[in-house]
């Protein structure tokens, strides 16, 4: 039998998203580095953007569009929120909505597509997802396929008929990290250690973070100690940090407080062992698509304390872990538009925070309970041998 050949693109075959639902989840396929004309464009921009000093020419839309005018010889190409104007069968993965342009995720943020007037290039894209050669979209969660389903129900039939019929949801897989939880004694000596992993530290809620384990830790002396694995990269969205904001987290830092250990960057080997070791997760998120943190975190017998925005809901939970109720809109998306909301946005996470730690600190045999179900979570919803069937079935459908 002729092994499977995988085409997927070439400067994202490493991205951490694509090694986790795409690359090398089927042992019967080989996957194949493939470039197009967009990606000479992008590389193009890149280059002159740093020629001149400050990205006057923009790639986000670039990122998610292929064309290659059928010239990579592979029987099916797998993207990651991206479409493809060629003939070659393609699926596509994605984390919010398909197609993944500029003027259509403002919009999200803005009206939710009410009396939306899809532009030149919205067209385009909806053209290639109803034409033949697109076989499939596949939602990380049921929530993104919630966010293509009411932007479908927002424009003309002949688009969205043809569309959610290719509609499909596949979570991730997750290989379990530990056999089980064994419960443990915590004192001063033995703090309840909590990791947070994630680059984006303030739009994840490390700014909510810091605050509670300096009131908690810091002031209080409770029994606690934050692990942090962050750049602290600034984002232009959600929390809209600044670098008033860095400086403030990097002073904390500098001052190395008892309660907190922190690490620029890790390999994710050096994240697993750490989560391994590690009592509570963390991701006290604005805004996240999905939350692969969360699933390695369950793996490793480690319950997680999250918001309840966007998919979290469902990999998260009261019996597995801890969810702080945040204000969302009707996507479950946090509300953080104006001052005001960003405001009590942050305030609702921190005392969510607060109340979720003294209550795991006047319980610690929680820790365990809510751990060995987490895993046995990961065990029941992210096979890896139930995600390559599926992957395998869909791949099967494209191509027969």
């Known amino acids: 039998m002729e092994r499977l050949r995988i085409g997927v693109l070439a400067y994202r075959m490493d991205f951490y998203t694509n090694l986790r639902v795409i690359v090398n989840q089927l042992p019967e396929a080989d996957y194949i580095p493939v470039k197009d004309i967009f990606s000479y464009r992008r590389a193009l921009a890149l280059k002159m953007n740093r020629v001149i000093g400050k990205p006057l020419f923009q790639t986000f839309d670039l990122n998610n569009q292929f064309e290659d005018f059928d010239l990579n010889r592979v029987d099916l190409l797998h993207f990651s929120n991206g479409i493809s104007y060629g003939k070659t069968p393609w699926v596509s993965h994605f984390e919010t909505i398909l197609p993944r342009f500029t003027e259509l995720l403002n919009q999200a943020k803005n009206a939710h597509w009410q009396n939306f007037e899809p532009g030149r290039l919205t067209l385009k894209g909806l053209d290639a997802l ?3 050669a697109c076989k499939q979209i596949i939602a990380w969660s049921e929530n993104a396929a919630d966010f293509q389903r009411k932007f479908l129900s927002e424009i003309s039939s002949e688009f969205s008929t043809p569309i959610l019929e290719k509609l499909r949801v596949l979570h991730p897989a997750q290989d379990v990290l530990v056999d089980s939880v064994t419960p443990k004694e915590y004192d001063q000596q033995h703090p309840i250690r909590f990791v947070f992993v ?17 009131k908690l830790a810091g002031e209080e002396g409770l029994p ?34 008892q309660w907190l250990e922190y690490y620029q960057e890790l390999t994710n ?14 991701l006290p998120t604005w805004a996240d698509t999905y939350g692969l943190s969360v699933l390695e975190a369950q793996a490793s017998g480690c319950p997680v304390i999250t918001t309840d925005v966007r998919a979290l809901p469902e990999i998260n939970n009261n019996r597995v872990g801890w969810l702080i109720r945040v204000p969302k809109d009707e996507l479950g998306e946090a509300i953080y538009t104006t001052t005001e909301d960003r405001q009590n946005l942050s305030q609702q996470i921190q005392a969510g925070l607060e109340n979720t730690i003294r209550s795991i600190i006047a319980d610690p045999s929680v820790i365990a309970i809510k751990g060995q179900a987490a895993l046995e979570r990961i065990r029941v919803e992210h096979s890896p041998e139930d995600y390559a069937e599926r992957l395998r079935q869909i791949y099967r459908a494209a191509l027969a």
Do not use: M, N
């Open 130 to 132: 109803r034409g033949s």
């Open 198 to 214: 994630g680059a984006g530290f303030f739009r994840k809620g490390g700014r909510e973070l810091f605050r509670t384990f300096q």
């Open 224 to 257: 606690i100690r934050l692990v942090v694995v962050s750049s602290l990269r600034i984002e232009p969205y959600a929390a809209q940090e600044t670098e008033e904001d860095v400086a403030w987290a990097r002073q904390i830092i500098a001052g190395k407080p």
């Open 269 to 282: 080997s050096e994240v697993l062992e750490i989560l391994k070791t590690a009592d509570v997760g963390l």
